[in-house]
């Protein structure tokens, strides 16, 4: 079972950027895709960008091109580095496996995009 601590979240003003970080608690990382996923308020929680163990990528369409996954295997960390924020991309985000476990959600970070 992987556990999962997300942080970096904030306000920031549309057009800025954020690096949210995802540290996870297993000795087998490396073997897992992972995913960060996000909530926004009255919405469905959605995958935004998934990254294998070999380091291949997806993202939703909705942040191809200003979004980008990262891991560092050795640290058991995952990262998303967002660029030209949108207001839309207000939400709660997650990290976790691709597809998710239900026993990993965690707190989540709140990223805010405003004015």
């Known amino acids: 079972q992987v556990q999962v601590v997300e942080s970096g979240g904030g306000l920031v003003q549309p057009g800025g950027s954020l690096r949210l970080s995802c540290a996870a608690s297993?000795?087998?990382?490396?073997?897992?895709?992972m995913g960060w996923y996000r909530q926004a308020p009255g919405k469905q929680r959605e995958l935004v960008a998934a990254?294998?163990?070999?380091?291949?990528?997806r993202y939703a369409d909705s942040v191809k091109g200003r979004f980008t996954i990262s891991r560092d295997n050795a640290k058991n960390t995952v990262y998303l580095q967002m660029n030209s924020l949108k207001p839309e991309d207000t939400a709660v985000y997650y990290c976790?496996?691709?597809?998710?476990?239900?026993?990993?959600w965690g707190q989540g970070t709140q990223v805010t995009v405003s004015s």
């Open positions: 297993t000795i087998i990382f490396s073997i897992y895709t």
């Open positions: 976790n496996t691709e597809p998710p476990s239900v026993r990993t």
């Open positions: 990254i294998t163990g070999g380091g291949s990528t």
